[in-house]
């Protein structure tokens, strides 16, 4: 380049950045947060502090960005869509988003990632919007839309971009109210959710988010690591996929979400929507967090500390809560609300609303695993963090042995690779001997005569030195400690459900002799993860029972269907005993989501179908993907209203009494809660 060239291009970024706006951030007391305008459609007619609004200072397409002396008819229609609660992205009819420059004059582009983000308030002359990011006030500089201390007249418009989402395939609303004529609730439980897992494992795992700024084009992307990196490798590992398919979402969803893409967003909170207008009454949110898978996985923006993961999630709730708030006109009206009592519950459901409330599954609870000191100061100082954040019941043994008690062994390969997990977080091999009645599940690697050898050659049970099980029904050698004991009473005294799914079945019992002593029902058994004589158990002494949601009738993938299981935990309680039922989806929980039933192409589910609370659904659309339970199983959360009434149509002469108890479920379970509140009382 030619030095005069040079120099004559210096000479023009020197007087641009001379004559740039400089950024206003004047606020007066009087302004408040402008909280309702989503989804709206306004020419914007700007006027300058100290100055008169005038016919001639509307906002309107440039050559460059927007200039502001433009007139009604050649004013731009400006989409407003909210991104949290007073902030929006700002939408141009071809749909470029509104972003502040470097240069602080308003452009339009497609990706600037903070620079797209508003905030809008209302001010003694008008709405005032200002950079998210900056803080800087914008207005007219020189006839362009600028950084400047101003003020806006909104005008409703038409012609505006609309930005694609997702529907909810609301065809009609629901018959049946929220809560019945006596006060209780009328609908259904998911008692087992990780809608919020994205922010655990690290951050980066489980690709996608179940909101985002953006919308569904910035939640359901693609993410690169997952298409050959780890997550992709990771991917095929649990879900069995192919480690070198694609990673394509928003907007055709060709390679996700599906039922087995286990590292992907699969509860957008529009599919959590449809699920709750179809009758979904709460949502157990529950809070995970697994130091071992964390650190196994190379990628990860946060700690693999289990209570920092839990934080990162709770904090995520919040924000979600307000994110829907957002959409749904201002804080306070949404239909996703976080419920931290019993009472608040019940308050969300008379309103018809979601009420969310929040658990915790937890591999080393507060940090306790075997080979780390704690003691009673950790558990008071641990439940004291988790009250504080809402939290109503939790998981005191998950994957891992920890210094509570043993763990319900995995079955299969996915027993092999937990069982490497438990060494490196309690320092040991998974230990078992056979037993009879209730049991654990059989681990792959088992021989009776190494086993017998082992036991006689070291003095320790089979397993300590190598993993190596007795044939058949075999038990957890390890039961409730002493700090566990402690940790249950500690449950009690404040009135949390105890969920002992995950427990190996020493622990579990020594748990429901505990809380059964006492006179406690706090206590939930929700995704098909204990002894069934356990769940029986649960179920007797008035704790609250859900089956894993499996497909509704065989799906052909080797596991046991939801009907069936009802019936056997049914049968095993008693029909006098079970009298409410709730389903765990365990959703994003690294584990399938339901598939399509092996006769669905010969007796499918009929679109449009009809819910149980009798709202009118057809298939829901995700972009340029139209979603169908027949074909896809729940490949994502929003077809959990169309797995609903499938298992009721797949129940035949049993779906009356199946549908009470489901429709029964929300109300047991926040009875449950209420009776375990006054008992602490």
Known sequence: MHKNARRLITFILVCAMILAPLGATASAPQERPATDLDGTCYTMRVTTTGTTAGTSNYIERASVGY????????????????????????????????????????????????????????????????????????????????????????????????????????????????????????????????PLASAAFGGEMICGTPFAEGGIADALSGCTSHTVGAGALFEAIIGGTDPLGGDDGWPAFTDWPTTTSMLHQQAYYLGIERSWRSGLRILNTLLVGNRVICE?????????????????????????????????????????????????????????KLAVIIGVESSELFGCRESVEC????????????????????????????????????????????????YLSAGHWWTAESCEGPSDNEQAIASDEIAALLTDVT??????????????????????????????????????????????????????????????????????????????????????????????????????????????????AGESVLDAYGFGSDVNGLAPQPAPRLDAGTDPLTYPFRAPNGAVFDRQVFGER????????????????????????????????????????????????????????
């Not at 954040?389 to 996915?414: E, I």
């Not at 490949?635 to 009356?656: F, H, I």
């Not at 009470?660 to 008992?679: D, F, L, N, V």
Request: hydrophobic share 40%; aromatic share 8%; charged share 20%.
């Open 67 to 194: 200039g502001t002396r433009g007139t009604a008819t050649t004013a731009e229609p400006i989409a407003v869509e909210a991104t949290a609660l007073g902030r929006y992205r700002l939408y141009d009819s071809s749909g470029g988003v509104l972003y502040l420059s470097a240069l602080n004059y308003v452009w339009s582009g497609s990706s600037y990632g903070d620079r797209t983000e508003w905030t809008i308030s209302h001010g003694e002359a008008g709405y005032r919007i200002r950079s998210s990011l900056t803080d800087a006030l914008i207005g007219s500089v020189s006839g362009r839309l600028a950084t400047s201390d101003a003020s806006f007249s909104l005008v409703p418009a038409t012609g505006c971009f609309t930005p694609r989402e997702a529907t909810t395939g609301l065809v009609s609303a629901a018959t049946e109210p929220a809560v019945n004529v006596d006060g209780t609730m009328n609908g259904f439980i998911d008692a087992h959710a990780h």
């Open 296 to 352: 196994l996985y190379p990628n990860r923006v946060t700690s693999c500390d289990e209570g920092e993961q839990i934080r990162a999630q709770a904090q995520l709730l919040t924000e979600m809560q307000d994110y829907i708030d957002a959409q749904s006109g201002g804080e306070g009206k949404g239909w996703f609300r976080i419920a931290r009592t019993p009472e608040e519950a019940r308050s969300i459901a008379a309103d018809g």
């Open 375 to 422: 003691d009673e100061s950790d558990v008071d100082a641990g439940l004291d963090e988790l009250q504080a954040l809402g939290v109503s019941g939790l998981y005191p043994v998950h994957k891992f042995d920890n210094a509570f008690g043993g763990t319900r062994f995995d079955p299969g390969v996915t027993g092999a690779a937990l069982n490497i997990g438990n």
């Open 459 to 572: 003095g320790l049970p089979a397993g300590s030195t190598i993993p190596v099980y007795p044939i058949g029904p075999i038990c957890n050698t390890r039961t409730l400690t002493g700090l566990g004991e402690y940790l249950i009473d500690a449950m009690m005294q404040r009135g949390m459900i105890i969920h002992i799914d995950h427990m190996g079945v020493s622990t579990a019992q020594a748990v429901l002799d505990r809380t059964a002593s006492a006179g406690y029902s706090g206590v939930a058994s929700v995704h098909t993860w204990a002894d069934r004589t356990i769940t029986a158990r649960v179920a007797d002494t008035g704790g609250f029972v859900a089956g894993y949601a499996y497909s509704a009738s065989d799906a052909g993938n080797g596991e046991p269907d939801f009907l069936s299981e009802w019936i056997a935990n049914r049968d095993a």
């Open 626 to 681: 139209t979603w169908d339970l027949n074909i896809d199983g729940v490949a994502q959360y929003g077809l959990y209203a169309d797995w609903m009434a499938d298992v009721l149509k797949r129940a035949a002469t049993e779906a009356p009494g199946l549908e009470a108890q489901i429709m029964h479920g929300a109300e047991a379970y926040t009875q449950m809660w209420e009776e375990s509140q006054a008992w602490s009382n």
